[in-house]
């Protein structure tokens, strides 16, 4: 878990040879800064241009406002586009997978990641699922899916695994939305992080014998 963690402050490309970088979905800006100390040259899209002002202000990126595929990028730009927790909420994800392989350079890479809808997490909350979000998260993948329409947009050497570095959060979310529906109590606010922090554990365990099992799918193809 510790593994996936560090693995995960640099999308699983910490180890790559630094070049262009673009960040779908940039929020907050901390990745893009993580990334452009480590010697990348980096850029970000993201729909709210309140957030694309600060990350502007805050480490001098720049940010544009917009989605990718209505922005006009030009082909073969970047060595890289990164997407955390994004593709789940546009409407056409399909169209965004092509648009990322446009704009990548021949071998550039994808890297992505959403929620799993075959993760342990969905199967013991159902509709508390805090993956399900409606309606703000439109489609949700399982790891099959995700895969095949990488594969189907044109993605060569698709790679796919689940994590559960990030589960604690979606457990202790699963018990407050069961409760606040009229399912079984929440309880302490201690105890349930002590739960969560179980049930990751039990998931990851579960993710040696099922690698569908984790909260998180993360994908990675190339052009």
């Not at 409606?134 to 399982?142: A, E, K």
Request: hydrophobic content about 40%; some cysteine.
């Amino acid at each position: 878990l510790g593994r996936q963690r560090r693995e995960l402050r640099t999308m699983f490309i910490g180890k790559a040879s630094p070049g262009r970088l673009l960040e779908v979905g940039s929020g907050s800006g901390r990745f893009l800064h993580r990334m452009h100390k480590a010697g990348w040259a980096v850029e970000g899209i993201d729909f709210d241009p309140v957030a694309a002002a600060r990350v502007g202000k805050r480490f001098g990126i720049p940010v544009a406002v917009g989605s990718l595929p209505g922005l006009g990028y030009p082909e073969g730009k970047y060595d890289v586009v990164a997407m955390s927790q994004v593709i789940e909420h546009v409407p056409d994800p399909v169209a965004l997978l092509k648009e990322c392989r446009r704009v990548l350079r021949p071998g550039g890479r994808l890297v992505l990641s959403t929620p799993n809808a075959r993760s342990v997490a969905h199967r013991i909350y159902g509709r508390h699922w805090r993956g399900l979000e409606p309606p703000r998260h439109q489609h949700v993948f399982t790891p099959a899916a995700l895969a095949r329409c990488a594969r189907d947009c044109g993605f060569g050497d698709v790679r796919v695994f689940t994590l559960s570095a990030e589960s604690a959060g979606i457990y202790r979310a699963g018990d407050q939305l069961r409760a606040a529906q009229g399912g079984a109590a929440a309880g302490s606010a201690t105890a349930s992080v002590v739960r969560s922090w179980f049930l990751r554990y039990r998931e990851y365990r579960q993710t040696l014998r099922d690698p569908d099992a984790g909260q998180d799918i993360f994908l990675i193809a190339a052009r």
